[in-house]
């Protein structure tokens, strides 16, 4: 109990100073509760409003991928750079020290693997985990148009009334079928669909035709999947072309760690997401840090 005696006389009102009310920066998440934007605060960053998101998760379906057989010795040195990894409890609690500090967003939908059909997922991750783990977001596959369309959906929906719950936000991450046509008008169709349905942020691919329609039509964040690894300038004017036109940064995995240098990399991504630097200018910057780390 505090002293009650020699309790002196409350003065410093500021009548003359009404209380700020401010607005969330982050788009359509306003009306959200105090817990689910302090998490997303913690991914995106509030003085850009954007994120570097690092995607590592690819094992939960495809077992040891390259570049990530071993998360200790390549993975580690990374996340010093990256405002959020995106992993599978499994690599969080065997590898990421618990001293960690960046955000971790947990995959906690599974149950395909590539020998298989991938839209067979289910709820892989109880919310209780989730908590325990201290998450600040739990990222669902949704394979719009693909033989498991409505049950993943559904994964999607009911991770986003249990998060709702705990003040957890759920990543909506669309999923492309290798015969399906990767334009605007199914990304439009696939991101609508996720807000609509409660996602609290998307994450898509990028197109050249039409993207800032996907994001204009989408009215919550829009992160920007990397895809397949490409060099390490049309990457980084990917990530450009997206954040200019309306993403809210990237979550980028093969393109950072199986670059020749992904530290540079990652750095170079964060340039130009932070910092608006042009595809250019972070490849010079790559090239720089590259070389310097070969001294
Ligand atoms: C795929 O949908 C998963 O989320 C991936 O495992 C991962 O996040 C993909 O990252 P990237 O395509 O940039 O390697």
């Not at 607005?23 to 994120?51: C, E, H, Q, Y």
């Not at 940064?249 to 042009?278: C, K, L, W, Y």
Request: hydrophobic letters at 45%; a neutral charge.
């Amino acid at each position: 109990m505090p002293d009650a005696d020699g309790i002196k006389d409350a003065k410093m009102f500021y009548c003359d100073m009404q209380q700020k009310t401010q607005g969330f920066f982050l788009k359509g998440s306003n009306s959200l509760d105090w817990g689910m934007k302090n998490r997303l605060a913690r991914i995106f960053n509030p003085v850009s409003g954007r994120t570097v998101m690092l995607a590592i998760d690819h094992g939960y379906f495809q077992g040891p991928t390259t570049g990530l057989e071993r998360v200790d010795i390549n993975i580690l040195p990374l996340v010093p750079y990256a405002d959020t990894l995106m992993l599978t409890r499994g690599i969080l609690r065997s590898v990421i020290p618990p001293s960690t500090s960046q955000a971790i967003v947990l995959r906690v939908s599974g149950g395909a693997s590539i020998l298989k059909e991938l839209s067979n997922e289910d709820i892989a991750v109880d919310i209780e985990d989730s908590i325990r783990l201290n998450v600040c977001a739990m990222a669902v596959q949704v394979f719009i148009g693909g033989e498991f369309e409505r049950q993943s959906i559904i994964n999607m929906t009911k991770m986003v009334d249990i998060g709702n719950r705990y003040g957890i936000p759920t990543l909506a991450v669309t999923a492309v079928g290798k015969d399906m046509a990767r334009d605007a008008k199914y990304f439009r169709l696939a991101c609508r669909i996720c807000a609509e349905l409660g996602a609290h942020y998307i994450k898509t691919y990028y197109i050249d035709e039409g993207f800032e329609t996907v994001t204009a039509s989408c009215p919550v964040p829009i992160v920007m999947a990397g895809g397949k690894k490409i060099p390490e300038l049309d990457a980084l004017t990917m990530a450009y072309n997206a954040v200019q036109r309306g993403a809210a940064g990237v979550d980028m995995g093969r393109n950072i760690f199986q670059s020749a240098a992904p530290i540079a990399m990652i750095q170079a991504v964060r340039a130009v997401v932070h910092d608006n630097e042009t595809p250019a200018k972070a490849f010079d910057l790559y090239n720089t840090l590259n070389n310097k780390s070969r001294v």
